[in-house]
């Protein structure tokens, strides 16, 4: 809410607004599609099985902890988040450009792409999956 004061010499008017702050498009964009959590989703791949048929080349929101961030010469950067086991690359908006300059290691950002699912099982029997992104977009 914005509260505008205008003085007259005869007295005070006051004015109210409410006025929205400057939002991100694409946040609005994407709030309608499903959100996972980088660190939960290999458990969510494996406690669902139907999650390839819901979301193979869906897109999608992940957020997670930035474990390793390249940046590529043609404007891209490739961040992987932990535990994911392939980076996401994607393109990057001017004014996110102090993940370049500020990375800590103990940042965490948000990707929207197309989700490819992988499951396999090791030699040992074990059971993994993974979820990557194709064509990501970084949105913050």
């Known amino acids: 809410m914005k509260t505008i004061f205008i003085f ?6 006051l004015i109210s607004c409410e006025s929205e702050p400057d939002r991100d498009p694409i946040l ?6 499903p959100h996972f ?5 290999p458990q969510q791949i494996l406690d ?16 997670g902890k930035i ?6 010469k043609d404007g891209t950067l490739a961040v992987q988040f932990y ?6 690359h994607c393109d990057m908006k001017n004014e996110q450009k102090y993940y370049r ?3 800590n290691g103990e940042m965490t950002a ?3 792409g197309k989700a490819e699912v992988f499951r396999y099982t090791t030699e040992r029997g074990e059971k993994l999956a993974f979820l990557t992104l194709r064509q990501g977009v970084f949105v913050r």
């Open 8 to 13: 007259f010499l005869s007295g005070l008017i």
């Open 28 to 33: 609005d964009k994407v709030a309608n599609l």
């Open 37 to 41: 959590n980088a660190e939960s989703i």
């Open 48 to 63: 669902d099985p139907l999650f390839e048929k819901k979301y193979q080349n869906q897109l999608v929101v992940v957020k």
């Open 67 to 72: 474990h390793r961030i390249d940046y590529k």
């Open 83 to 88: 535990p994911m086991a392939t980076p996401i």
């Open 101 to 103: 300059k500020d990375y």
């Open 110 to 112: 948000t990707v929207v």
